[in-house]
């Protein structure tokens, strides 16, 4: 018989939609194929998975890659499913995964050349987006920093899009210790702010970027906190060649990181 | 007495948000007062202001722009304002403002170095950031081609940002023959697609972007018609250093506009 929406271990996983219940149990849920296979790929993520009859036939590699590890697999009915889940069409599949982050000495020690801080950003599709844009351009690791969004939150592992499994995800408390932590890891700080006094451009023309770099970012609304800004090594703007007053954070992140990417590239 | 939902002109307006009445009437609607400022700026497109007494009250010096350029002003409820607006917190203001694109010839006919297409994108959101990233990278024109979605679509010019105001907007039936304008006005029209043949960063190196150019964008779902990639110079891929298999739409795009935009601005 298939799980119900109200068998109780639908009902104990259902209530990781809410970021207490996931603080308390260290788990997250993750949904569809691509994120579900992603979350197997890291040995010891996935705590348990639950499926439709019919996206557990047409994915029985993850099935069997599951019950291989000994996770738990489950049938549920679509209620349950449904109730699982927060997307329209979630494709039949849900995990139940332990959280993954790592303390920041541990993502330091692995030596990252690009490292993203989001400090304070609290939009969890925003910071989904960077943590993918991060992975794209090659970060190790991405830092949470000061009152950010829950990075498990279900919004943010979905904009993610399977990257918060590729990536050193670090929570942390004070920001201004993680600037320390950084520079004392020989990392350069910079500070992302539509106010800085160095162009992205120019720093890029000085070769300043082909060195492993830690980018602060901070929420659309609010930017980054002035005491964060003030202890960077540097404060950089993107340029803005045409009228808008300014980027929306993915975008700015994007052509940052990118940036830093291009140059280290070279750099080998 | 303040304008009420059931006032004539504000059930006129109010269609609005439906395509079809935008279509037919050739009117969108913008709101908040950053939208309304940037609508203002572009002497004719306003064609009516609604604004709450209290938010009239706050901007002044909006409505007294307004009622210089003969644009009527109306007090509305607060009723009124909401069904007029889509937002949760829309600050008061709404404005009925009058189609503003142009057509490719004459958007061509400016000289633009840079132009954005944004091909078959149907997500509003999506097109209104590509929207405000190409007009932060200096793009002259942005192209909503083939069945794009309609760029006065409220989500679409609230994702803008203002940057729908700022840039010769142009709607465009055909792709093809859109890139066969391209190419007669003088510039190289590059596809982006995650299986390109070039990568950005060789192009970069290259010295290829330092000439006039379009960048043709697809939607996320389903990238570029097949058709369309074919008959662009050339096919680049934004180079994917970390596990990530893909960037958002609004991530690669900025990051191959501002790469365009960097190699442009050494070339005056």
Redesign the interface.
Known sequence: MPFTPRTPRVVAARRLHRRRDRDATGRFLAEGPQAVREALARPGTVAELFGTPAALDRHADLAARAAADDVPVSDVTDDALAALTETVAPQGLVAVCRHLDVPLSEALAAGPRLVAVLAEIRDPGNAG?VL????????GAVIFAGDAVDPYNGKCVRAS???LF??DVVRAGDPLAVVAALRAAGLAVLATTGYGDRDL?DL?DADALATPTAWLFGSEAHGLPDGLTAVADARVR???????????L??????CL?AS??AL?RRP
């Open positions: 987006t993918r844009t991060a992975d794209a351009a090659g970060a899009a399977g990257s590729h990536v451009d890029a993107v340029p803005l060649h045409g009228r808008a007053e300014s980027l929306n993915a975008a700015a992140a994007a052509v990118y990417a291009r590239r």
